[in-house]
């Protein structure tokens, strides 16, 4: 059941609540790209939930909805041809160049013609592993170059790198689709949720524009299903092992944020008195503060609140996040 904690209107609520998404339960070993992404921890436990039984407000599912009807508005212009015409003639392509693009088309991939520009969007493959079946449902395709869309916020996009995962995923894209995908790289095109023109003018790190790109070196397929295999083996081990034996999440799996150091007057002192984000710069601090009038101080470290849990369908079951502090979340 979802929860309207903030009086959302019907319209919207009914839009966030909607859910599209095909987990494949009729197979009993089902592995998608985006899940294998996941740590292990998260992928055993959250077999083991019920998402039925988690309550959650539909506000939990804005950015996962806003990301969605993007892809959605992207591939509404590239199915419809007329309106994928006009927008080319106002980008300065010629008709000819126009007519040579086919969406979606049904011809077997060895029978395309060679002076056609082939788009397939959209489209879900399967491949069995040993006993597993891994499927993926790439964003886009052309002339065998993909392409993925990402819509994120621009402190994500310029400090909570991924490049790694998105290597990963578009690697198991390639290793499913090889008579589709002929490229070594993929292009992340990401689109922000929340750049303004006030502060691309002020910070020239910043995105100066609302859309970028990024390309991102492919594994082979040699060592794409080599990565897969050692997933699953992984996953055969623990995956009936009880919570307390599983390998706990890395600091980089959970996406924890970089720890702070606070120079502390007391032990028992409510508030700090600087806080630094390296050691040393809160040890050179606390060289330099009275201790006649604090001889307690000291440096505590602050690890980050870690931000993957939020996200993650194991954490009703998972004790290892009661030891963080979660984005989001009351532990």
Known sequence: MYTNLHNIPLPVQVWLAADEYNAHKEISKYLSATTILRPLKSV?????????????????????????????SIEKVWNDAELRASAMRKLGYPDKVIEMYKVNDPTPVDQRAPKTRYVDMEQRAFKKIGDWTIGGQFDFICDGMLFDFKTTSTYAQIYDGHDKDYCIQGSIYRWLNPDLIKGDFLTICFIYSDWTRAKAEQDKDYPQVGAGFKQIPLMSIQETEQYIWDKIQRYEQFLNSPEEELPECTAEEMWQAPSSFKVFSKPDAARALRVFESEAEAYSYLNTVDRKKYPLAFVKEVPGYVKRCFYCPALPLCNQRKKYKVKGIDC
């Open 44 to 72: 055993i436990l959250g077999r083991r939930v019920d998402p039925d039984t988690v309550a959650k407000d539909i506000t939990d599912f804005i950015a996962v909805r806003r990301g969605t009807a993007i892809h959605d």
